[in-house]
DNA sequence: TAGGGTCCTGTAAGCGCTTACCGGTAAGCG
DNA sequence: CGCTTACCGGTAAGCGCTTACAGGACCCTA
């Protein structure tokens, strides 16, 4: 086989400058639209670049500059596995992509991709040789351990999504506290509910304990009873949801009157769990969800739930890296405001639904 | 603002050579594997790289080898307005970026993402500043124009998805035809089915017009009616698919006992559509879908549809890339097998859906 | 006409890495 | 004991680009 080594045909900066009858300085000039040369200068070096279709090597570039244009993205991978099932529980992961990706457009980056699998034991191999390719690294939630993370944030600056910032990196997360705190009070205080539970994610999650942690505040400070324990823990999937109910349906548990979901998919599958019991939603048992995924509009009753700014998240965390490659010095946190989302599956009037989907902001901008 | 020039802190090669005492042809020998560095010299390079944390750079080394290890990929975006509803069709574009991806990382080579939107009118400039940062490039279906693939094509290695190869680029597809075939036979000739329609995609899509061309020739050659007509003609999306339907009962039309639908969504859409109307699937009308999303087999009932391996496409593609960037000369066009998924929507019994979607394979690769 | 600006353009250094080439050292052999 | 051979490791060139610096041409003024 031919070594891969240096494909024969590339053009360079020297071949437009014999081209165009000038020198290597004045292409470059021109194409960095530097210094001002002689109108005849420039048209005669973008003749010569035009005709030989050239591209400047983006490697020479970062190497002279300092600076690559490409910020790197890296992001789990279900397992083929699991792939049918809870595709969709990754879907947010694409979002928040376009929103990293579309931002960097405007400033000339491009973006790096990598996945990395449940249990892919070299990612901090990969992933440290990526990071020499780029200028930046975006990590999805929970990517690396803190070591992994200052590693990699010995190389080139580093923002994590939905985490919290460490010494060597910075942080862009929504704020879910307050929605959460919103959704409680509506239940609890606008609906006057007196009994709720919270079924919830996956037990490892962070987010989820938040969620839970400010759940148990807001029912306790106005009040009203709640059901917890075991029997409600679910993992974030629908499966998941509707087996909580299930069980407890079959064990004879009493609902309470309001039952707040860890997320729109475990909202979807307790709804279903209810709908084969005959209980109705929201007039027996009111639910909601989290996230705000694009089905929670369309189902039976459209789902009350908290939205969280997706391709915003991704777009800020391109903007904190952009600041930070810079030279900038900015806040190591950000937190974006959610959106409390009212729709009826709390029990709202459908009137009501359009008024409070627009206006209510929850949160605040750190 | 201070320059974004070059970071201060920058780790070379020399800062690695200086702390383990050789020289920076040793650490970079070390760092490749290659010669045969005696064991001390070794284990002092490594020892010192490790201490200082230190992952050379891409650029650099891209510019010395001559080999960046990044592929781009270029896709469409949706535009914010059609999100919602259309996002659904976008996801097989996400699934075969990972099928990229996934192949990538198997030969330690990135993957540039750049999605461009509908009216980018410089989308061909950023794509060859995108091509100077890569070894070559994905494109996915129709992303530009035949000179436009010319033009990045003589900068890089060009690969399209689901088009057709060019003189400078290669193709990778999926053998639609065959599926066609497959799936109007088992219609007209295992179901003995002696009207149908096609139910069309966009129009200006050569894809569809293949589909239509291979359903018509074989249905002409099986001797059974068909139906055409610009009152078939739908668009890819369920509302396309219903609005069809819908509007061909209110005319009076009698419906063909089948109806061949140019992707699932549209095959939704029209399950839907009669559905309202109280006319049963498939006892009264068979449907049939192309591409089996996920949802396919959830459907009541479970659609009929054709299988194209999106990942594996994707996978293909970078393969084909990979070894024309090491210079391989291989096959210009690619042609991945499809397999027909016989469920319930075309009138087969429940239990013949297992069977068939496993072994039926249909197609050839070339 | 000489001196001093202004503009523009070319020369060359250097970005961090790989690697061809060469020189030094040690081992093997007559 | 001197010479060949093998083996390592260092020096330096070069990848394609940007840009500091310097030089040339031209115009103006005294």
Redesign the interface.
């Given at each position: 086989?031919?070594?891969?080594?240096?494909?024969k045909g590339?053009l360079t900066i020297y071949d437009v400058a014999t081209r165009a009858g000038v020198s290597i300085a004045s292409v470059s000039r021109v194409l960095n639209g530097l210094g001002t040369p002689r109108a005849e200068t420039r048209e005669r070096v973008l003749k010569a670049v035009h005709e030989l279709?050239f591209?400047?090597?983006?490697?020479?570039?970062?190497?002279s500059?300092?600076?690559?244009?490409?910020v790197?993205v890296v992001f789990r991978?279900g397992d083929e596995a699991l792939f049918?099932d809870e595709?969709e529980s990754f879907?947010y992961i694409?979002v928040i992509?376009?929103g990293i990706?579309?931002e960097s457009?405007r400033r000339?980056f491009?973006?790096?991709?990598?996945?990395v699998a449940f249990n892919d034991e070299n990612a901090l191999q990969?992933l440290?040789?990526?990071?020499?390719?780029?200028d930046g690294l975006v990590l999805h939630d929970r990517m690396l351990s803190a070591v992994g993370i200052a590693?990699v944030a010995?190389?080139v600056p580093v923002v994590t999504l939905a985490g919290s910032p460490t010494p060597e990196s910075m942080n862009v997360r929504c704020d879910n506290e307050s929605g959460m705190r919103a959704l409680v009070r509506h239940l609890v205080v606008d609906h006057h509910y007196r009994s709720v539970a919270y079924l919830s994610g996956r037990g490892d999650s962070p987010d989820n304990r938040a969620r839970a942690r400010i759940f148990e505040a807001e029912v306790a400070a106005a009040g009203a009873d709640m059901q917890t324990g075991p029997a409600w823990h679910g993992n974030y999937s629908a499966a998941g949801g509707a087996a909580v109910v299930a069980s407890l349906l079959d064990a004879g548990t009493a609902l309470p009157r309001a039952i707040v979901c860890a997320s729109d998919q475990t909202a979807i599958g307790a709804m279903h769990a209810l709908a084969q019991r005959g209980i109705r939603v929201p007039q027996d048992v009111a639910i909601t969800g989290f996230d705000d995924v694009?089905v929670a509009r369309h189902l039976r009753p459209p789902l009350t739930t908290v939205r969280q700014p997706m391709q915003e998240l991704g777009a800020k965390a391109f903007e904190v890296l952009y600041s930070r490659?810079?030279?900038?010095d900015g806040a190591r946190e950000i937190v974006l405001p959610v959106q409390l989302v009212v729709r009826e599956s709390c029990g709202c009037p459908r009137s009501a639904s359009t008024v409070a989907s627009r206006g209510s902001l929850v949160g605040k901008e750190g």
């Open positions: 086989m031919p070594e891969p080594k240096k494909a590339t279709s591209v400047r090597d983006g490697s020479a570039r970062a190497l500059n300092g600076l690559k244009e490409v790197g991978r049918e595709y879907l694409d992509n376009r990706e579309t457009q000339g491009d973006v790096l991709m990598s996945s990969r440290t040789a990526m990071a020499g390719k780029t590693r010995s190389i694009p490659i810079n030279g900038a």
